[in-house]
């Protein structure tokens, strides 16, 4: 399973039109859905990143992709068939995209085994959910160890009742699509009022102490970047 990751800025006065593009029918959503066209495809998630965590109108969509022959379908589609004045139309509505072509990493809740078909194609309305992304860059030849370590500890930290946090997909980029030392971690805010706790208070000493993930953690990689993300109340994971 690969899985594209988008990150659209989008022209403030074609928020609202650029949305429609991905949620309704001839859209991107509708667009995976016929497999009659080879797409083998899904959207799965349509992301807002809230104002004021960062860069005005940023959207983030994540489309999972069966394997890379789809993926080569899809970018013909695109390129050169039905999708290719959809993607012109986009472009008018955005300043510009950049895109990643990811692997699920091997302890991902979301992996390769689910079932594509049993994503919904048509936007039906939900209550909205706040993600936390975050993006990580191990130092030089520790990204194996990283992704090891991070699977055994950091995920036990979020398996308690009191985490904030929980997991709900986790990436890497595919090989040669992308920096090769990266790992992202998507994850649900299980209590949006803790994310105001966390922006202002600091890290309690015990946690910063050795035998924390906070403080080992260091020993493979001192550089990360988040993003809040608020869910669209039609994506068809939230």
Not at 48 to 55: D, I, L
Not at 202 to 219: N, S, Y
Request: proline share 5%.
């Amino acid at each position: 399973m690969l899985f594209l990751h988008e990150v659209h800025r989008i022209k403030g006065a074609a928020e609202d039109e650029f949305e429609a593009a991905y949620r309704d029918k001839g859209g991107w959503m509708d667009a995976m859905a016929h497999a009659d066209r080879g797409s083998s495809a899904r959207l799965l998630w349509y992301l807002n990143q809230a104002h004021g965590s960062g860069p005005s109108y940023t959207v983030i969509t994540i489309t999972a992709i069966s394997d890379g022959a789809a993926w080569e379908r899809l970018a013909r589609r695109i390129q050169q068939g039905e999708l290719r004045p959809w993607m012109a139309r986009l472009d008018t509505l955005r300043h510009d995209v950049t895109g990643s072509l990811l692997q699920a990493l091997p302890w991902s809740p979301l992996g390769d085994d689910f079932d594509l078909g049993s994503v919904p194609t048509a936007g039906g309305e939900h209550g909205l959910s706040v993600y936390m992304e975050d993006t990580m860059w191990p130092h030089q030849g520790m990204l194996g160890k990283y992704i090891e370590r991070a699977g055994s500890h950091y995920t036990a930290l979020l398996d308690r009742p009191e985490a904030l946090l929980a997991i709900e997909a986790g990436f890497q980029p595919a090989c040669g699509a992308g920096l090769r030392r990266q790992v992202s971690l998507l994850q649900k805010v299980r209590d949006p009022a803790g994310i105001v706790r966390l922006l202002t208070t600091e890290i309690a000493p015990e946690r910063r102490q050795p035998g924390t993930w906070m403080h080992d953690a260091l020993e493979l990689r001192d550089r990360w970047a988040s993003r809040l993300l608020r869910t669209s109340s039609w994506s068809p994971r939230w």
